[in-house]
């Protein structure tokens, strides 16, 4: 299934009339700029074009009110001191003779785009609209928004389709204040935002946007807000908040629907924002969606404003929506304290109302929203609209190209395995290399030799990922790790899910972490190398597993950014299907994508499970989970707290750091 575009250069035909510097920023080469950008990368022509429509008056009216559509419906033949006229009874925001049309094809791409995905015609897709949607309200315009299309979307998806439960991320560097008070008493609709704050004083400075509004009544806890109180945010901030706070939530919410608020003013360059994580942040965001709700993703733009990091973020987005192995993300570094104020804040304040957060840490020491009170009656006294003192351009290097190795799985399967279709046989004896064949001493040699031709194809990017059954995986874990690690660049993620030995040896030149999730406590090497994470009830328990998954393997492998996965399958792990399915989607976000599975030779019932999701198959949804088992949640609290001397990713509070 494929991914659908849909723009119309319709939506381009309006733009601002009259000085308004507030508004100057938000062009029509927004768009054009986008739109040309998948062009020359050669991703429009890979994606399903499906065409715009105007939102219907009922579709409109899910929403907003009769009286707002109705004074917006005779903006078309105002004149230019009419249209002044009625701009200045909403905020920032201005209309044009042609906005409410565009505003039409707006809110209509992104019911196109519910549709396509909703009746399976595509898996996911993006659409590229203005004016857009976030801010506006049922009776109002604002923030350059005129219809909210997300709000309409959502609405739309649950009358429509049935659809129970829509998952809202919105990652636009603004508070979509519109979509939250839509949804702030709907505990169907999950709405998650993060937006530049300053303790109240950037825009739109609502009270309502701090971490504390977590909902209302039956909505309470599905409204999650994380305020940046400092700009300058980079991709560890980012990647923290979705490893320790959305990933963990969304999972345990198990949506039906995942619509983003896809607001690119969040990238460096942006001048809203003013933060420094590089476009490659999106094809992560993106992809650590793309295993929630079968898949069902429908992207919709909203803000950004810096037309380069713009069009290269709409870029970085689409192709990860594709199913292109995603770039490496260079040395993170952790998140700042302000952000582990804000991670720790919005933890405790959701701590009631989902399982996954209930042993977050409480408020920190100095409550943030003191100062919110202090830095606002400053900013008051400083005269408003003093110009940013830091103007400096901001500069960064393109995002790197991001080609797909000619084959995107291979296997090296005994004879009688049937292989799946899309992933190659890797097996034909001319593939072996034989100096290889020669050093390996063992009565699998064959197989072995196979599965280490398999890894230096992948180090060559001829082959993204492989799948490999053996005799012994802990045999051939060693084999692979002894003919990679001479080379200094190399560095191996071992993610072993069950119990039984891993040789200590290693890990011990720290170019191997081991992450293994077991249910019996294996002696503590107590290397930084080697991470033993003991669950109770073992890889049985889908939620103590995830929450291994997002609380530490996520973090871990950010920050370690190795460029080889092994995920490797011990005897009777007991690990159930969907769960080794969603760690292998989310194994995807390092190293290019190159991931081994090696697997024990009678588990060939997962071959195919497996192989779909390396082949870029959303995993299947995991059902809707009981509470991960106190234990088990303890057990990830104590070793984060024990690790994140070493491991900045690990944090979620700003005590600890120095
Ligand atoms: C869509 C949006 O969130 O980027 N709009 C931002 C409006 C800023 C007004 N000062
Ligand atoms: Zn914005």
Redesign the pocket.
Known sequence: MGTALIYDEEMTKYKLLWVDP?CKI?TPERLTVSYEALVRNALAERCISVPVREATNSEILLVHSEEYLEAVKKTPYMTLEDLKEFTLQYG?VYFHPNIYHCAKLAAGSALQLVDCVMTERVRNGMALVRP?G??SQHSAAN???VFNNVAIATRYAKQKYGVKRVLIVDW???H?QGVQYCFEDDPSVLYFSWHRYEHQTF??QLRESDYDSVGKEKGAGFNINVPWNQVGMESSDYLSVFCHVLLPVAYEFCPDLVLVCA?F?SAIGDP?GKMCATPEIFAHLTHLLMNLAGGKLCVVL????NLTSLAQSVCQTVQTLLGDPLPRLANLSGPCRSALESLQCVRSAHRQYWSCLKHAASLPPADISTKRIKLAEEEAKTEVGEEEKSTEEKVWPEPPKRFSPPVRCASVLPDDVTRPDGCKRLGADQDVNPLTASKLKDDDCDTLSRVITLVEKMEQNEICSGLALVCDVTVAMTQVVQHLTPDPVNRVLIVCVGNGKVPSHITRDGKTLVVQINSEETEDQNSKYYIPVFLKKGCSDTSGFMHAVFGLILPLGYEYDPNLVLLVRMPDSGVCDAVWQQLTGLLQSFAKGHTLVLMQENEKAFVGPTTSVLLGDPAPPLENRQAPNTEDLNVVERLRDRLQVNWNLLQTTSECTG
């Open positions: 507030a938000e920032d857009p976030h801010h923030g350059f928004c636009d560097i603004h979509g825009w739109p607001g003013d809203e909203e803000g950004g404003y």
